[in-house]
DNA sequence: TATGATT
C-alpha cells in the first residue's frame, strides 16, 4: 500500500457533507467530490512516543482488525516521527473498536489519543496555538471560553507542573481553522485576560519536529531515565543508561557479558532474540484475553513490535499463554522483572524470556 | 492449564 495514499485522498476531500453512493452495485460510497468517503474508518492517532517505527504503530493498530492504509506522520527532511498518524480500516466497526479499545492506552510516558479524522484540508492545516502567560488560577474552561469567541476549539490544553499539579501557565489551543486562530492572536496576544495582572502571549504553535537536536538529546534523556520509577538495582541503573545510548547514537550496544551470564545461569537458549527483536513469553492469561490487554502490560516498558494471544482453534479462546515482542533488551528486560508475578484479575501472571525445548535432553 | 505459527 502507498504510505501517501490517505493524505493524498484526504488533501483532495473537502468536505465532510452527506455522502452519495458511488453508482456502482457495491461500490464503496463517495462524496459529493467523488472521494472515498473514509469519514467512519479513517482514525487519527496523537501522542505517540517518539521512537515508535511505522512498523509498530501498524502491528498495534492491525491487532484490532484489517487496516485499508495506514501512514505515522514523519518530518519531511529530518524522518523523525512527529508524534501522530493516520489508521483507515476496511471496516467502520473497526474503527470504532480501535478508539474503545486504544485510545487513552498508555505507551512509554505518553497516553495515546485515537479519534476520528477530520477530512483534511488546507484550511485546517497551522490552526494550532501556544499561548502563554495564562494566569494560574485559569481553567482549560476559561481559557476556551476566552478563545471561543474566535472560532470552533477543536482541542485545548493547559500544561501542569508534573509534581504538584499547578497550572504552568502555559497551554495550546487548536481551532477548526487556521483563520480563526489567525484572529485570535490579533484579539488576544498582548491583552490581558479580565482580571489578569499579566498580558498572555498567542502564537502560532511549533511543530513537534521542530527540536534542535540538542533539544531532542535532552527529551531523550528526560524520557528514558524517568521511564521506570520503581526500586531499582545497579544492574537495573546499567541497563537504562546502556539504553540510553542506544537510542541516542542508534546503535545497539549490548553487553555479551551481561547476556551471557543470564542465559548460563538460567541453563537455557534464549530464543527471544532475533532479528525481530526479543520474545517473551506470558503464561497464566484469562481465556478472555485479548491482544490489548498485551499491549498495555507491556507498551509502557519500551517498543513493543507484535503481541500474539494464542487462542483455541475451536472455541477461540485464549489458551492461557501469549507472545510479545520487544524491540530493546533492557527494556523486555525491565518488563519481565516488573511483570512476572504480577496479578491481573485473579491470576499471577509468569513472564519471562520465550525459551527453546526443542533441542532439550 | 506451561512456549505459537490459518502467513
Same mark, same amino acid.
Request: hydrophobic share 35%; aromatic share 8%; proline share 5%.
Given at each position: 500500500?502507498?504510505?501517501?495514499?490517505?493524505?493524498?485522498?484526504?488533501?483532495?476531500?473537502?468536505?465532510?457533507?452527506?455522502?452519495?453512493?458511488?453508482?456502482?452495485?457495491?461500490?464503496?460510497?463517495?462524496?459529493?467530490?467523488?472521494?472515498?468517503?473514509?469519514?467512519?474508518?479513517?482514525?487519527?492517532?496523537?501522542?505517540?512516543?517518539?521512537?515508535?517505527?511505522?512498523?509498530?504503530?501498524?502491528?498495534?493498530?492491525?491487532?484490532?482488525?484489517?487496516?485499508?492504509?495506514?501512514?505515522?506522520?514523519?518530518?519531511?527532511?529530518?524522518?523523525?516521527?512527529?508524534?501522530?498518524?493516520?489508521?483507515?480500516?476496511?471496516?467502520?466497526?473497526?474503527?470504532?473498536?480501535?478508539?474503545?479499545?486504544?485510545?487513552?492506552?498508555?505507551?512509554?510516558?505518553?497516553?495515546?489519543?485515537?479519534?476520528?479524522?477530520?477530512?483534511?484540508?488546507?484550511?485546517?492545516?497551522?490552526?494550532?496555538?501556544?499561548?502563554?502567560?495564562?494566569?494560574?488560577?485559569?481553567?482549560?474552561?476559561?481559557?476556551?471560553?476566552?478563545? !471561543?469567541?474566535?472560532?470552533?476549539?477543536?482541542?485545548?490544553?493547559?500544561?501542569?507542573?508534573?509534581?504538584?499539579?499547578?497550572?504552568?501557565?502555559?497551554?495550546?489551543?487548536?481551532?477548526?481553522?487556521?483563520?480563526?486562530?489567525?484572529?485570535?492572536?490579533?484579539?488576544?496576544?498582548?491583552?490581558?485576560?479580565?482580571?489578569?495582572?499579566?498580558?498572555?502571549?498567542?502564537?502560532?504553535?511549533?511543530?513537534?519536529?521542530?527540536?534542535?537536536?540538542?533539544?531532542?538529546?535532552?527529551?531523550?534523556?528526560?524520557?528514558?531515565?524517568?521511564?521506570?520509577?520503581?526500586?531499582?538495582?545497579?544492574?537495573?541503573?546499567?541497563?537504562?543508561?546502556?539504553?540510553?545510548?542506544?537510542?541516542?547514537?542508534?546503535?545497539?550496544?549490548?553487553?555479551?557479558?551481561?547476556?551471557? !551470564?543470564?542465559?548460563?545461569?538460567?541453563?537455557?537458549?534464549?530464543?527471544?532474540?532475533?532479528?525481530?527483536?526479543?520474545?517473551?513469553?506470558?503464561?497464566?492469561?484469562?481465556?478472555?484475553?485479548?491482544? !490489548?490487554?498485551?499491549?498495555?502490560?507491556?507498551?509502557?516498558?519500551?517498543?513493543?513490535?507484535?503481541?500474539?494471544?494464542?487462542?483455541?482453534?475451536?472455541?477461540?479462546?485464549?489458551?492461557?499463554?501469549?507472545?510479545?515482542?520487544?524491540?530493546?533488551?533492557?527494556?523486555?528486560?525491565?518488563?519481565?522483572?516488573?511483570?512476572?508475578?504480577?496479578?491481573?484479575?485473579?491470576?499471577?501472571?509468569?513472564?519471562?524470556?520465550?525459551?527453546?525445548?526443542?533441542?532439550?535432553?
Amino acid at each position: 500500500t502507498n504510505p501517501n495514499q490517505i493524505i493524498s485522498t484526504m488533501e483532495t476531500q473537502v468536505s465532510n457533507g452527506p455522502t452519495s453512493n458511488s453508482g456502482l452495485p457495491n461500490g464503496p460510497p463517495l462524496s459529493a467530490n467523488g472521494a472515498a468517503d473514509d469519514s467512519k474508518t479513517n482514525l487519527i492517532v496523537n501522542y505517540l512516543p517518539q521512537n515508535m517505527t511505522q512498523e509498530e504503530f501498524k502491528s498495534l493498530f492491525g491487532s484490532i482488525g484489517e487496516i485499508e492504509s495506514c501512514k505515522l506522520v514523519r518530518d519531511k527532511i529530518t524522518g523523525q516521527s512527529l508524534g501522530y498518524g493516520f489508521v483507515n480500516y476496511v471496516d467502520p466497526n473497526d474503527a470504532d473498536k480501535a478508539i474503545n479499545t486504544l485510545n487513552g492506552l498508555k505507551l512509554q510516558m505518553k497516553t495515546i489519543k485515537v479519534s476520528y479524522a477530520r477530512p483534511s484540508s488546507a484550511s485546517i492545516r497551522d490552526a494550532n496555538l501556544y499561548v502563554s502567560g495564562l494566569p494560574k488560577s485559569m481553567s482549560q474552561k476559561e481559557m476556551e471560553q476566552l478563545f !471561543s469567541q474566535y472560532g470552533r476549539i477543536i482541542t485545548s490544553r493547559i500544561l501542569v507542573d508534573q509534581v504538584t499539579g499547578v497550572s504552568r501557565g502555559v497551554g495550546f489551543i487548536r481551532f477548526d481553522k487556521r483563520i480563526e486562530a489567525e484572529e485570535a492572536i490579533k484579539g488576544l496576544n498582548g491583552q490581558k485576560p479580565l482580571g489578569a495582572s499579566e498580558p498572555i502571549t498567542v502564537k502560532f504553535a511549533n511543530n513537534p519536529s521542530q527540536k534542535t537536536g540538542q533539544a531532542l538529546l535532552s527529551h531523550l534523556y528526560q524520557t528514558t531515565a524517568r521511564r521506570y520509577t520503581g526500586p531499582l538495582h545497579h544492574q537495573t541503573q546499567r541497563f537504562r543508561l546502556d539504553n540510553l545510548l542506544n537510542m541516542a547514537y542508534g546503535v545497539k550496544r549490548f553487553s555479551p557479558i551481561t547476556i551471557d !551470564s543470564m542465559t548460563s545461569l538460567a541453563g537455557v537458549n534464549l530464543t527471544g532474540a532475533s532479528s525481530g527483536g526479543w520474545c517473551i513469553f506470558v503464561y497464566n492469561l484469562s481465556p478472555e484475553a485479548d491482544e !490489548s490487554v498485551l499491549w498495555q502490560l507491556f507498551g509502557p516498558f519500551g517498543a513493543v513490535t507484535n503481541v500474539k494471544v494464542i487462542r483455541d482453534f475451536a472455541t477461540n479462546k485464549c489458551k492461557g499463554f501469549g507472545f510479545v515482542t520487544m524491540t530493546n533488551y533492557e527494556e523486555a528486560a525491565m518488563a519481565i522483572a516488573s511483570l512476572n508475578g504480577y496479578r491481573l484479575g485473579d491470576r499471577i501472571l509468569q513472564v519471562s524470556f520465550k525459551t527453546s525445548k526443542q533441542h532439550k535432553p
